[in-house]
């Protein structure tokens, strides 16, 4: 983050950081009252959206229980994802890491905020220069050390 520590960072600050690591889209919703607090692109927020006969709506996705395993898919971003791993750490934050093809999408659910992040990655026997990530584990790597961890202390302390 540009001239401020972690601990003066505003919301925005928090998405330059996500993009600044790579992730092409970044969004954070605040949980009460679905409202978009900051987003990479005016365009990168949760929308409803028709995939053949069914409405998606973005919101409930990110409403959704997270833990339950019947629930396959995550739909952010204009897209479907399969989820391939499910996470929860010992401060009550949960995360979803989810692909389609080489795309991933990244959401952790804290008490106030959902943050959701996109980008490319590459995936077992690919080496495609054109991704931004060596590997999904990379990207959830980063973003989990660089903002995730430090966002959630920021949340404990009452500092946003």
């Not at 077992?124 to 050390?145: E, L, M, R």
Request: glycine share 4%.
């Amino acid at each position: 983050i540009r001239h401020k520590t972690m601990a003066t960072a505003s919301w925005k600050d928090w998405i330059i950081t996500a993009t600044a690591l790579g992730f092409t889209k970044a969004t954070i919703v605040n949980r009460q009252t679905y409202a978009t607090i900051a987003a990479s692109n005016p365009n990168d927020v949760a929308t409803a959206w028709k995939e053949e006969d069914n409405t998606i709506n973005e919101n409930q996705e990110l409403l959704d229980g997270w833990n339950f395993g019947n629930k396959n898919t995550f739909c952010f971003y204009g897209k479907r994802f399969v989820i391939i791993v499910r996470e929860s750490d010992s401060t009550s934050c949960q995360y979803l890491v989810c692909m389609k093809d080489s795309e991933v999408c990244i959401a952790a659910q804290f008490k106030t905020i959902w943050f959701v992040v996109y980008g490319t990655a590459n995936v077992k026997g690919q080496n495609d220069k054109n991704v931004t990530f060596s590997s999904v584990p990379d990207a959830f790597t980063k973003i989990y050390h660089s903002v995730f961890t430090s966002l959630q202390d920021k949340l404990q302390d009452g500092g946003l």
